[in-house]
């Protein structure tokens, strides 16, 4: 299982950027996806999550301004992050679960810097 990101990049305050996630040896919409972000000197935390076939959720911190979307025909999920404010700056993660073997898979991350 491979996860590869994608999409990061430096922005200013109010801007928008779209993360991509993909992935080789696992279907995203059969197991339970999340992406996760960890800052300089915090812990990693989790953003938003896409269960297979369920809903999406998100943290309280980005619910309004990110979205979760999934492309089946490519198995690639991307996170449309609008609206962004510096503390959005963060390696941010993709990460999937396979409902099968209950293993985690990570990406290798993306860096978002938010300038203000």
């Known amino acids: 299982v491979q996860l590869v990101e994608s999409g990061g990049g430096l922005v200013q305050a109010g801007g928008s950027l779209r993360l991509s996630c993909s992935a080789s040896?696992?279907?995203?919409?059969?197991?339970?996806m999340a992406w996760y972000r960890q800052a300089p000197g915090k812990e990693r935390e989790w953003v938003a999550g896409?269960?297979?076939?369920?809903?999406?959720t998100y943290a309280d911190s980005v619910k309004g301004r990110f979205i979760i979307s999934r492309d089946n025909a490519k198995n690639t999920v991307f996170l449309q992050m609008n609206s962004l404010k510096p503390e959005d700056t963060a390696v941010y993660y993709c990460?999937?679960?396979?409902?099968?073997?209950?293993?985690?898979?990570w990406g290798q991350g993306t860096q978002v810097t938010v300038s203000s």
């Open positions: 896409m269960p297979g076939g369920g809903t999406t």
């Open positions: 040896g696992i279907i995203f919409s059969l197991n339970d």
């Open positions: 990460t999937v679960n396979s409902r099968r073997t209950s293993i985690s898979y």
